[in-house]
């Protein structure tokens, strides 16, 4: 399969999720602002696709929203079956995923770095020939 097509059909599965389980967990106590569907890779066969899930915040409660979302799997499933026109419906599996955390604990860790020294001092002028000489 092409690699352009598998790219749109991961695209449309992201966003109908997206949708669908916005759909499912609205009337909750569900806190839709941490969740955020960041990919879907679907093999290439189309049989089958991981979902993988950032909840944002909430780090004592992640397995218990992950686990809430695992159980409306059928209804999920079920709404991409209507939506989604295809031979086969992958069959859905979700997974946490932490890179937008680790994203963030870098950019936290950048912006307490201090700056960088300013031209208080010249910088190191490139060796003239003679030194280059010496050295080899």
Do not use: C, W
Request: net charge negative.
């Amino acid at each position: 399969m092409k690699t352009d097509r598998l790219t749109r059909v991961n695209e449309l599965l992201r966003r109908e999720i997206g949708v669908i389980l916005y759909r499912l967990l609205a009337q909750s106590q569900f806190d839709l602002a941490a969740l955020t569907i960041t990919h879907v890779i679907t093999n290439s066969d189309l049989r089958s696709a991981r979902v993988l899930v950032s909840i944002r915040g909430h780090e004592h409660e992640r397995q218990a929203m992950l686990h809430r979302i695992q159980h409306l799997h059928g209804e999920i499933q079920e709404g991409i079956a209507k939506v989604v026109v295809l031979k086969y419906t992958p069959k859905l599996v979700f997974a946490l995923d932490s890179s937008i955390e680790i994203g963030d604990r870098v950019l936290d860790i950048l912006s307490k770095l201090p700056p960088p020294a300013t031209g208080d001092s010249e910088p190191p002028s490139p060796p003239s020939e003679a030194e280059e000489e010496d050295l080899s």
